[in-house]
């Protein structure tokens, strides 16, 4: 992919309260492969699809926010939308841009760090020692390759060995979460394949696969991790993962909480931590 100029616009959805570290790491990452980087997310960038029930709210949010995009380009010259969300980039190539006149290009993270892997690469110079089950979806590889994107960056880590595992139907756990018994089956089979394969570290892709799995950090002697943070501790980058900790009985961050309304935390994520985790088969309980 050809990104004309450094100047992008990082478009992280509506998760800062859940993956704000994922958010801080994948910005740092585009800023070490040489971009200058504006982030933008939250309600005031919403792509509308968790208002599809109401399609005029929807259609004048994902109005409103291409609007915010394209004065981006006009204003500062930001001509690449860079997406981080699977299902803020999908709506936006299939409904948004079709919908809208778009200034701007659109690529997703993964892609640009690929198209800057020959600059990412002497950067990544700390040894990760893992055996790494990769969880992977096929939905998103209608529009990007996710799954031989990440792998081919994650192959230039040293020390880290890669195991092939099951690819699963969705473009992430999410999108088969009101499939009865998929979720189950799904975080089954890579968790059963990371145990007979000997690996000790499971990564996550996308950030709704990560809260599902994280309450199984640990189990079996086996992490749960994003790509981005292996990326990132390769490059010796302090990393660190709330959302699991908060998952498995951690303190959250009050003062975050408070600065994004606590209505929010009660209402998204109390439920999710308070929740079991996935009875998965294969998982030993």
Known sequence: MDVSDNRVTFWFGCNMLRHA????LSIMLLERAGYDVSAAGGPAYCCGTSHDHQPLGASNMAGRTVSRFNEAVTRDGRGTLVTWC???????????????????????????????????????????????????????????????RVTSVLSRIPGLELIEGPA???????GI???????????????????????????????????????????????????????????????SDAYVGWRNGGAPDIAAIERAEPSRYQTLIEPELRAPPVASAGVAE
Do not use: Y
Request: with cysteine; proline share 7%; glycine share 6%.
């Open 21 to 24: 570290e994922m958010i801080r």
């Open 177 to 239: 979460a009101t499939v009865p018994g998929a979720l189950k089956a799904v975080i089954g089979e890579t968790w059963s394949a990371a145990i007979e394969n000997g690996a000790d570290t499971v990564c996550t892709i996308f950030h709704p696969c990560h809260r599902e799995i994280a309450a199984l950090d640990g189990r079996d002697n086996i992490r749960v991790r994003n790509w981005v943070q292996l990326v990132a501790e390769a490059m010796g980058i302090e990393t």
């Open 86 to 148: 699977p299902s803020c980039h999908m709506h936006m190539s299939d409904i948004m841009a079709p919908g809208n006149a778009v200034a701007f290009d659109i690529t997703h993270i993964s892609e640009l760090l690929v198209a800057s892997i020959e600059r990412l690469a002497p950067l990544l110079t700390v040894p990760v020692p893992h055996r790494v089950l990769l969880h992977q979806h096929l939905g998103f590889s209608t529009h990007v390759p996710i799954n031989d």
């Open 168 to 174: 699963h139907p969705g473009h992430m756990c999410s």
